[in-house]
Structures are given as C-alpha cells and as structure tokens.
C-alpha cells in the first residue's frame, strides 16, 4: 500500500477513532482504548450497493477459467474499505448497451462473502449466442461492467428452520451456494443443509472445490449429492447419474412440516420436473411437479 493511501485513509473523518484508538493501545494504554473505541468499524463500513435504483460501474480486476463454458470473476468496489452492500441471498443486475443502442439487462448473483471488502466474485456460464454472458466473457482486465442492486431474493435469519433442501442445475447453484455458505460460516447457526444439485456432466459441476471443503468441514451439518446427465466414459464418479427424480427426493428430503424449507434453483426443466415454474420475479407460481406429488405446500417451497 503506498503512502499517499494511507494518508488518504487516515485523513478521511471516518477513520479518526479506530485509528487513534490502534496508535494508543500501541503505547501500553490497552484500558484506554477498550473505553475509548466505539461501534465496530463493520457496523459503519460503507457499502457499494444501497438498493437506491443507481447504476455502478465495477472494473473487472480478474477473469479465470473454471471450465470449457464459465468464468470465475473479480471486481473491484466503489472503494477498498467498501463492503458490497448484499445480505444472503441476493442478486445484483448487469447491464449493457449494444452496438445498435439497447439495453441489455440479467441477473448475477455472487458468490464471495457477504463481508469481503473491497472486491465481489461472480461464477459465470457462457451459453451459445447468449447476449450479457458472452459480454461478460469478452471483458477485458481494467474494463466496467454496471451493476444495480442488490435485489434480495430470500433474507436469511439463522436458524431459520431446522432443516433446508437446496435443490439446483447449473448456475442455479450460485444463490444456493449463498445460503450453504451463510449457514456454515456462522458456528450458532444449526441448520441442516441437504443440497441436491444436478449438472449436464461432470465437468460442469460449477464450484464443486468450494461446496466440498464445506461438506468436508460440516459433515454432520451438511449433506451433498451430486447428478449428472451422463457420466464419461471410465470415470470414476461417486454421484448420481440421469435425473433427480421424485423417488429420490423421496428418499432423501425431511417430511414436509414448517421446520423445513425447499429452495430451488436451475433451468427450466428442473423446474418443471420438481416444483414447477415461477411465473415472475414477485409471482412464486403454484407449487407442481415432484414436490407437490410428495405432499409440500406451496409456503414450504421457495423457487429463486
Ligand atoms: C436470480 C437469477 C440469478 C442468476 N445468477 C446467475 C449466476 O450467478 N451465474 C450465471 O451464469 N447465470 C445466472 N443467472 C442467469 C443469467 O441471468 C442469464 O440469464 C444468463 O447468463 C443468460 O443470459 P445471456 O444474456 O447470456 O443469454 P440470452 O441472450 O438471454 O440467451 C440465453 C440462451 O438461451 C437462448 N435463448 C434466449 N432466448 C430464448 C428463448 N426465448 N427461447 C429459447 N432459447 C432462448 C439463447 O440462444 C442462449 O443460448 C441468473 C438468473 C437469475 C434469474
Ligand atoms: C490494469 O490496471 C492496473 C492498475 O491500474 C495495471 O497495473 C494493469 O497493468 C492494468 N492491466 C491491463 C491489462 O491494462
Ligand atoms: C441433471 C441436471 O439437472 N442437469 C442440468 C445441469 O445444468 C444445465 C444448465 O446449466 C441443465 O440444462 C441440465 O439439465
């Protein structure tokens, strides 16, 4: 960090007490200080997103292959200090103008912790002529993305339930990995986690590295099945192969009842064969498909 950084820092208002407080405990005043220090800086940091309809330009700090069809992807805040702004689980909007001026607008939702500062991770997937992911994959280091947001999709309170099932496909994994990561990060949060996730092969498994560690760390907490499609030729695979079907999640989902919650997340197919569709952003639709045959009611279901 140079110099003139720090200056900046120090000189801005915001910074005046902890700072003090850090050079005092420094001396051997450790009692002043625990008298002297106020809130908590998280409690104050600034944050980039302020649901206030505004636009953002980030810039891309690092784009990275994770497989043939998406990209891991880093971008800088407003400021290093600054907080996103996003609480678990909820999405941002991105936008672009084209050549022949239209906007193009879709919905990201990150997958880097709530309280990292300064940056913000989002796990991408190119889809063939696809309008903002071929954008996105065409973005230059140092290069601006606008965002907007955040859009909260489903507030998160610890121990909200006893038990959730988090049944995904593809990129519809990101706002489930949010939630997993949530739970698991908090050691007074309980919650059961039963993710059920279904990709086309298993190269696609998008974050499998990340969903592990945290099955690995939390095995009594969390449990985690993968399916595939298909799965190659001579490969050694410990998940499921076709469809999740509804034996399956009979098998394998808590019993309907108010402690436990289904949240689902993927391309319309897995829709349809396990919840049925949304209708809208703010219209949750009527609940079909395999749950509804296995008796949960609409309120203990919720499609992202
Ligand atoms: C809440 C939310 C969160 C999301 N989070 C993520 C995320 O974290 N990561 C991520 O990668 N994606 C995420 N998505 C999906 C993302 O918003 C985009 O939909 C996706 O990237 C495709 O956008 P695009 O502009 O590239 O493709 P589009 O130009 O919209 O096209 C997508 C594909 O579908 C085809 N297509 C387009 N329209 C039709 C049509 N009418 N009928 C049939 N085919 C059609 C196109 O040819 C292309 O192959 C999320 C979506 C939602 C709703
Ligand atoms: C991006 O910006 C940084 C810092 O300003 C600079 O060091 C780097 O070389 C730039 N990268 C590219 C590809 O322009
Ligand atoms: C088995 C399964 O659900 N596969 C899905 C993997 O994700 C893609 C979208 O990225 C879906 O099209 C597949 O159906």
């Not at 908090?186 to 998008?206: A, E, R």
């Not at 989902?253 to 569709?277: E, I, N, Q, R």
């Amino acid at each position: 960090m140079s110099l003139s950084h720090s200056f900046a820092k120090l000189s801005h208002p915001k910074y005046l007490i902890p700072i003090a407080g850090v050079a005092v405990a420094s001396i051997g005043l450790a009692y002043q200080y625990s008298t002297m220090s106020t809130a908590p800086i998280s409690n104050e940091a600034k944050v980039t997103f302020k649901g206030d309809n505004e636009w953002v330009d980030l810039k891309l700090l690092k784009s990275e292959d994770l497989t043939h069809n998406t990209k891991h992807l880093t971008f800088k805040l407003n400021s290093e200090d600054e907080l996103s702004g996003l609480v678990t689980a909820s999405c941002l909007l991105t936008k672009f103008v084209t050549a022949k001026g239209n906007n193009v607008i879709r919905p990201y939702t990150p997958v880097s912790d709530t309280e990292q500062k300064g940056t913000i991770e989002f796990v991408v997937k190119k889809y063939e002529g696809g309008k903002m992911s071929s954008h996105i994959f065409d973005l230059k280091e140092n290069e601006t993305l606008s965002f907007k947001g955040p859009v909260v999709k489903w507030k998160w309170e610890p121990n909200q339930f006893k038990s959730i099932s988090l049944i995904g496909g593809g990129t519809g994994i990101t706002p489930l990995y949010q939630l997993l990561h949530e739970i698991t990060k908090n050691p007074t949060d309980k919650t059961k986690v039963n993710l059920i996730f279904g990709n086309v092969s298993t190269d696609d498994i998008l974050i499998k590295k990340e969903i592990d560690a945290i099955a690995n760390a939390h095995k009594d907490q969390v449990k985690v099945t993968y399916f595939v499609d298909k799965a190659k030729e001579g490969e050694a695979w410990e998940g499921k192969v076709g469809y999740i079907t509804k034996d399956f999640l009979a098998s394998e989902l808590d019993k309907p009842s108010s402690d436990t919650k289904v949240f689902v997340c993927g391309p319309p197919g897995l829709y349809k064969a396990v919840s049925g569709p949304k209708v809208s952003p703010t219209d949750q639709g009527e609940l079909t498909g395999a749950l509804a045959e296995l008796g949960y009611t609409k309120e203990q279901v919720f499609k992202f």
